[in-house]
């Protein structure tokens, strides 16, 4: 369950989707090629690791590149590698900055969040107050919590979604089959319903104290949702007015 944190991060290619020429034929190319590719490099890297040092050994370090190297002699080179992962964190966190501040801005055009979160600079026409906003949460939370506890709650949080992304898949290719779909999950409901079960698997995997920790975070979102959110809503305000 903490693996997948590895995995965390292809999503927020959809994201982009209104930012994107063809959307309907880029994305799936993106992510799906994005996945495929970093999962190769992944089985790649771990067979070349564990041919160069015992599997055993690694569970002494958390930087198994460096350590492998330092292990056969390459000191050089396990330093170069160690400030490369740490120059490389730039972009990981350029792309969940990227993906977390678009997701608050779709959030508050659609009448959920307040309208701060929706504004976009003039001449760039991006949410620049929501990304400085999501980069201090972000860097507090970083600060104040052990890297572990952020990660397990991450995962948690992108389980659920995963979750609810597969079942609305089901439900929405049952109550609108004529609806007209550019991109269409193969092999529905085969694909969702193992989706929904090994993120399950995964979240019950995970820390009791974690699963306590995203309880209190739905809490906060549903009272946000409740009291702002569900009043201020694009869809319930239209539902009303065809009422």
Same mark, same amino acid.
């Given at each position: 369950?903490?693996?997948?944190?590895?995995?965390?991060?292809?999503?927020?290619?959809?994201?982009?989707?209104?930012?994107?020429?063809?959307?309907?034929?880029?994305?799936?190319?993106?992510?799906?090629?994005?996945?495929?590719?970093?999962?190769?490099?992944?089985?790649?890297?771990?067979?070349?690791?564990?041919?160069?040092?015992?599997?055993?050994?690694?569970?002494?370090?958390?930087?198994?590149?460096?350590?492998?190297?330092?292990?056969?002699?390459?000191?050089?080179?396990?330093?170069?590698?160690?400030?490369?992962?740490?120059?490389?964190?730039?972009?990981?966190? %350029?792309? $969940?900055?990227?993906?977390?501040?678009?997701? =608050?801005?779709?959030?508050?055009?659609? !009448? *959920?969040?307040?309208? #701060? +979160?929706?504004?976009?600079?003039?001449?760039?026409?991006?949410?620049?107050?929501?990304?400085?906003?999501?980069?201090?949460?972000?860097?507090?939370?970083?600060?104040?919590?052990?890297?572990?506890?952020?990660?397990?709650?991450?995962?948690?949080?992108?389980?659920?979604?995963?979750?609810?992304?597969?079942?609305?898949?089901?439900?929405?290719?049952?109550?609108?089959?004529?609806?007209?779909?550019?991109?269409?999950?193969?092999?529905?409901?085969?694909?969702?319903?193992?989706?929904?079960?090994?993120?399950?698997?995964?979240? %019950?995997? $995970?820390?009791?104290?974690?699963?306590?920790? =995203?309880?209190?975070?739905?809490?906060? !979102? *549903?009272?946000?949702? #409740? +009291?702002?959110?569900?009043?201020?809503?694009?869809?319930?305000?239209?539902?009303?007015?065809?009422?």
């Amino acid at each position: 369950a903490i693996v997948f944190f590895a995995y965390i991060g292809f999503d927020a290619v959809s994201t982009a989707a209104e930012e994107v020429r063809n959307p309907q034929k880029d994305l799936p190319i993106g992510i799906i090629g994005s996945l495929t590719v970093s999962t190769l490099l992944y089985i790649v890297v771990s067979a070349v690791l564990t041919g160069l040092v015992s599997y055993l050994l690694f569970k002494q370090t958390n930087a198994p590149v460096a350590f492998a190297l330092e292990e056969i002699g390459i000191t050089w080179g396990s330093e170069l590698v160690a400030i490369g992962a740490i120059c490389g964190i730039t972009s990981v966190l %350029l792309v $969940l900055l990227f993906g977390q501040s678009r997701i =608050f801005f779709a959030m508050a055009r659609d !009448g *959920l969040l307040p309208q #701060f +979160f929706s504004t976009v600079h003039p001449r760039f026409h991006t949410p620049v107050k929501v990304t400085l906003l999501v980069g201090i949460v972000t860097a507090a939370i970083a600060s104040l919590l052990p890297l572990e506890a952020v990660a397990e709650l991450v995962n948690i949080g992108t389980l659920a979604a995963f979750i609810i992304v597969a079942a609305a898949v089901i439900v929405l290719r049952r109550t609108q089959p004529g609806l007209e779909r550019p991109f269409r999950v193969p092999f529905v409901p085969v694909i969702p319903a193992l989706c929904i079960l090994s993120c399950g698997y995964l979240i %019950l995997a $995970l820390p009791t104290v974690t699963h306590a920790r =995203f309880v209190i975070w739905l809490f906060i !979102g *549903l009272v946000i949702y #409740f +009291f702002y959110g569900r009043h201020h809503s694009a869809l319930s305000r239209k539902t009303e007015n065809e009422g």
